[in-house]
Every structure is written in structure tokens, then in C-alpha cells.
Nanobody, 115 residues
């Protein structure tokens, strides 16, 4: 059984910062890619950022220069530092882990940015 525990969501004013964390535990082997997706209200889930085991990163254009993804391979944990937050960043943020034993999603953490 694999568990992804997300934390760090909440309410913040525009221009503020939040840091999301997602820790993977259980029977999970050889994590390749870790990442974050988000689903704004009334919209489809979309890519935010991903990071490979080697540290290569990929960002959605809408968050480049404001968000930074990082990971701690020893702890099977991925982070998302979100700066200069905008109201349009309001969404449920989901952690994704891609491994040789399968792909796993977190339950999501709500980020609300007020104007």
C-alpha cells in the first residue's frame, strides 16, 4: 500500500507565498518522476511542475519564475515553493508520483489566493 501525504495548503493573500510538501511512503519502488498538478474551480486538472530523480524540472508557463519544485530522494518527498501567488493560482493541488511500481496521486490540498 502506498500513501501520499500532502501538506502546506491554505489561504493566502495575493503576492504571498506557500510551500507544499508531499511525502510518499509504503511499498513504493524506484520513484522516477514526482510532480504537482492542480485543478482550479470548474476547470480540468493541469500540470504545474515535475521533477525527475536526476533533478530535471519542467514547469507550466503560468508558474515559471514564481514556483520552484524540489525533492528529497532520501525522504521520498517533493516540495513546491510558491511565491508571488495570484488569485488564478487558486486550486486543489495534487501530488503525483511515477514509479516502477505504478503511478500514485495524493488526495489534494486546497490553495486559496485572495485578491
Amino acid at each position: 500500500q502506498v500513501q501520499l501525504v500532502e501538506s502546506g495548503g491554505g489561504l493566502v493573500q495575493a503576492g504571498g507565498s506557500l510551500r507544499l510538501s508531499c511525502a510518499a511512503s509504503g511499498s513504493i519502488f524506484s520513484i522516477n518522476v514526482m510532480g504537482w498538478y492542480r485543478q482550479p474551480p470548474g476547470k480540468q486538472r493541469e500540470l504545474v511542475a515535475t521533477i525527475t530523480s536526476g533533478g530535471s524540472t519542467n514547469y507550466a508557463d503560468s508558474v515559471k519564475g514564481r514556483f520552484t519544485i524540489s525533492r528529497d530522494n532520501a525522504k521520498n518527498t517533493v516540495y513546491l515553493q510558491m511565491n508571488s501567488l495570484k488569485p488564478e493560482d487558486t486550486a486543489v493541488y495534487y501530488c503525483l508520483v511515477v514509479s516502477t511500481s505504478g503511478n500514485y496521486w495524493g488526495k489534494g490540498t486546497l490553495v486559496t489566493v485572495s485578491s
